[in-house]
């Protein structure tokens, strides 16, 4: 008979109440895993966010947005419908505007449900010279310049301006936007390697980057051939005569870029982000419409590149290339939000139809240029209709 109050030195057989426990730590272990690889994951993730975001969201937040189960839509995906602002601009400290922003497109994301709601998407490209109202002000600019009078107020202020116009003038919530400068369009082509551009006819822009400026001992240095002088004049109170004032001597600039005649030849051209940036810019010879169609060529070409190079199938190599952009990009969306909007991307497919558009002066663009606009204001773009009714429904149509 045993003594009930010796030691018990035999191990217990496991029951339910081991087994349970057991289970227990698994799922823990589990847990545990996927909260430290995920960290691991969102760290180096969040080290790229902390270069191209707003100061948007934190590493916790990311990692929990990333854990299977958490409900991690993005802005309008239940609606079934991102919008996101793409913008260009040529970067801070450049000449020229560092912040105008002549490319501004909108990409619409249409996940779908199902076989009868299929994925799709569109991309439109918004002018330059669209007139509209600064947001908080009273003042009449280009939409070009919104970005840049934003920025002024604050680092990201432009980009949150830039989203409340754009939203006006397409009649769409914008969820998201990304500004891409001229150095990180550059070294976005070349991390895939350039892309090849096939023309059916000779391309020449011999005066956007070819224009002279007043002489300084700096940057405007090559006296013109013959030599030119602007002249400035102002009217005279007392005789209502236009009288001269100062005449300058005009040159060109020492380093002209996309070396002064920018030029392609008919058939195949492969071209490096240099290049690429040269041929995505030039305007002055054809038109800005035909410009912002260059450049939705553009960012198909780069789709097919990355496509070919297995890059769209790989979010670590998207990382990578994200990291080497470093402060020429700029969004304010949150990491796991760039994530889930690469796992949408795949979901949606590679092959999903892109509708494209670009607003222009035609019937179907639904703009014009008024005969009698201020010539302070310069060059400029209204909506037919002197609203933008005709451009809501375009947009409602889409994608």
């Not at 002489?215 to 240095?221: A, G």
Request: charged share 25%; net charge neutral; hydrophobic share 35%.
């Amino acid at each position: 008979m045993r003594n009930p109050f010796q030691k018990r030195t035999s191990a217990p057989k496991i029951g339910a109440t081991g087994k349970r426990h057991r289970v227990r730590i698994t799922v823990i272990s589990i847990v545990v895993v996927l909260v430290v690889g995920g960290g691991i994951f969102l760290w180096k993730a969040g080290s790229i966010m902390d270069k191209i975001s707003m100061g948007k969201g934190n590493i916790f937040s990311n990692i929990v947005k990333s854990l299977p189960g958490v409900q991690s839509e993005l802005k309008g995906e239940s609606d079934g419908r991102i919008n996101i602002l793409l913008l260009g601009e040529r970067g801070a400290g450049m000449d020229g505007g560092s912040f105008l922003t002549d490319t501004i497109m909108v990409l619409s994301l249409h996940p779908g449900n199902g076989k009868d709601d299929a994925p799709k998407a569109s991309l439109v490209s918004i002018p330059r010279d669209l007139y509209v109202t600064v947001p908080d002000t009273s003042d009449k600019q280009k939409i070009n310049a919104v970005n840049a009078y934003g920025e002024q107020k604050g680092v990201g202020r432009g980009m949150e301006n830039m989203k409340r116009i754009v939203s006006d003038v397409t009649g769409q919530p914008i969820h998201y936007a990304i500004t891409i400068d001229f150095k990180g369009f550059k070294e976005l082509i070349d991390a895939v390697g350039g892309i090849t551009v096939h023309l059916d006819q000779s391309f020449t822009e011999g005066v956007q980057f070819h224009i002279p400026q007043v002489c300084d001992p700096y940057v405007y240095t090559i006296p013109t051939n013959p030599a030119q002088y602007e002249n400035k004049f102002k009217t005279s109170s007392i005789t209502g005569q236009k009288v001269l004032t100062k005449s300058y001597l005009m040159c060109y600039n020492k380093d002209e870029e996309c070396g002064g005649t920018f030029q392609l030849s008919a058939g195949d051209n492969t071209l490096d982000g240099a290049k690429a940036l040269c041929y995505a810019r030039s305007r002055d010879a054809t038109s800005d419409f035909d410009r912002a169609k260059r450049q939705q060529e553009v960012i198909k070409l780069v789709k097919a590149k990355a496509l070919s190079l297995g890059l769209l199938s790989d979010y670590s190599k998207i990382n990578g290339i994200m990291n080497s952009l470093g402060d020429n990009v700029r969004t304010d969306m949150e990491g796991w939000e760039l994530k889930r909007l690469y796992d949408l991307y795949q979901k949606i497919g590679v092959s999903a139809p892109l509708t494209q558009k670009v607003l222009d002066t035609t019937e179907e663009g639904l703009l014009y240029h008024p005969e009698n606009s201020a010539p302070e204001a310069g060059y400029i773009l209204l909506p037919i209709g002197e609203n933008y009714d005709k451009i809501h429904a375009l947009f409602s149509s889409l994608p």
